[in-house]
């Protein structure tokens, strides 16, 4: 099964930056498509931006123009660079990984989430 393990949460300023990293670990024929989603306390979880595997962007409304998805994909790798940070983007952050698992015979898709990061935007 693919983990998906996160850093570079923590607390910053208004219209501060602050880089998000997550790396897939484990056995896997594919990584697919990645994302990073948030959620606040009592709210759904939102897209926030995700990439394609040929590196398509997509991002949520409330961030377009201030944040930016990118991967590596030689270190199984996705980010989420976040700039111009407002306060309203206090939330836990997630990273997701949709991939094709390794074994015998067909493979469906399956989908892995990260343990969820804190971003806090606080002066």
Do not use: H
């Not at 484990?26 to 939102?46: A, C, I, V």
Request: aromatic share 10%.
């Amino acid at each position: 099964q693919v983990r998906l393990v996160e850093s570079g949460g923590g607390l910053v300023q208004p219209e501060g930056s602050l880089k998000l990293s997550c790396v897939a670990r484990g056995m896997y024929f594919s990584l697919n498509s990645l994302g990073w989603y948030r959620q606040t306390p009592g709210g759904q979880r939102e897209l926030v931006a995700d990439i394609s595997s040929s590196g398509r962007t997509n991002y949520g409304d409330a961030v377009k123009g201030r944040f930016a998805i990118s991967r590596d994909n030689a270190k199984a790798s996705v980010y989420l660079q976040m700039n111009n940070l407002k306060p309203e983007d206090t939330a836990v952050y997630y990273c997701q990984a949709f991939y094709i698992p390794q074994g015998l015979g067909f493979q469906a898709m399956q989908e892995s989430w990260g343990q969820g990061t804190q971003v806090t935007v606080s002066s």
